[in-house]
Nanobody, 125 residues
């Protein structure tokens, strides 16, 4: 499975960016797609996650500013980032969870995670 991410860049505080991710090559079902980020000197953190059942989660710091949506094409997702702040500066990684069991799609024993190459988002003050 390959993940292709796009949309990072440089923006001023208060501006907007839209990240996109497309997963290809899976022979099974992609049950969730998510965005993580890692700022310099910090651990990677979950930013937003969207499952095929419609469940959506956000880290508290982006609630009300970021929106994750499913794309029109299969196995694509977008992250709309509005009202960006300097502390949003990080490398953003697309993540996809492949479920290899029809009976147990949410059992981690039957899941495989894949990561995109990372895209840099820089927010200037």
């Amino acid at each position: 499975v390959q993940l292709q991410a796009s949309g990072g860049g440089l923006v001023q505080a208060g501006g907007s960016l839209r990240l996109s991710c497309a997963a290809s090559g899976s022979a099974y079902s992609i049950s969730a797609m998510a965005w993580y980020r890692q700022a310099p000197g910090k651990e990677r953190e979950l930013v937003a996650r969207l499952t095929t059942t419609g469940s959506i989660d956000y880290v508290d710091s982006v609630k009300g500013r970021f929106t994750i949506t499913r794309g029109n094409a299969k196995n694509t997702a977008h992250l709309q980032m509005d009202n960006l702040r300097p502390d949003d500066t990080a490398v953003y990684y697309c993540n996809a969870v492949e479920s290899r069991s029809t009976w147990y799609p949410n059992d981690p024993r039957y899941q495989q995670q894949y990561w995109g190459q990372g895209t840099l988002v820089t927010v200037s003050s």
